[in-house]
């Protein structure tokens, strides 16, 4: 039997418990929500995470069991401790997956590992949007046709600030006229980081079957690290591979 793929759903937990909407849709937390249907699938072993558990419930001891961490939040940023950044960062680099998503295009740890301002354009209109499947043989559409819709949702608009994608997934028009880059890939280090735009907390996002495919895909996508040399190495190569005029 092939080993489990050891997934942690990292929530702020914070609109849930504040906002009566937020509340009713998801009573037990968009986490929850998003570790209920990867845990009815195979492969995957499931547990999740929250802002005021002790260290974000990202200790040393979580980080060193994760193979992908999935990240939401919104409007906490500020409240994420440095020093779990700075261990996010280094498990991502030595191979760990993460999977961004939605307002979490402005938590430290995409901030840090993008090293952009990682800003955009927003709406909250509850209008229609349509997500293009602009790479339909990777890993992450399978099972995603042509395109998607979500009735209702909050609009993301470009200019996006972030670095180029090493490809873009999704691409998505609103009912208002924008577009903007709603499914992006990178590596970093030895890791893969995958950046998701649906799931606006009054909406019910995280119930959505393509959606929900999406993160699963993504998961699996980014559970498979890029085997390259320590990226935090920094070796003195004091031997040269042909000789040196200046040898003597």
Known sequence: MNTPIRVVVWNE????QTHPVVKELYPDGMHQAIAKSLSSQEGFSVSTATLDEPEHGLTEARIAETDALIWWAHIAHHEVNDEVVDRVQKAVLGGMGLIVLHSGHFSKIFKR????????????????????????????TQGIGDYFELPQTEM?????????????????WFEGGEVFRSGCAWQRGQGKVFYFRPGHETY?????ENVLRVIANAVRWAYQPVKIADPSACPNIKTPLEPLKTDK
């Not at 993301?156 to 998505?172: K, N, V």
């Not at 019910?204 to 959505?208: A, L, Q, V």
Request: charged share 20%; proline share 11%.
């Open 156 to 172: 993301y608009g470009e200019p996006f600030g972030i670095p180029e994608p090493d490809q873009t997934i999704f691409l998505s």
């Open 13 to 16: 937990f914070r609109h849930e």
């Open 113 to 140: 590992l993008m090293g952009t301002s990682c800003a955009l354009k927003w709406r909250e209109a509850g209008e229609k949007e349509r997500l293009w499947n602009v790479a339909p043989f990777h890993p992450i």
């Open 204 to 208: 019910p996002i995280y119930y959505n």
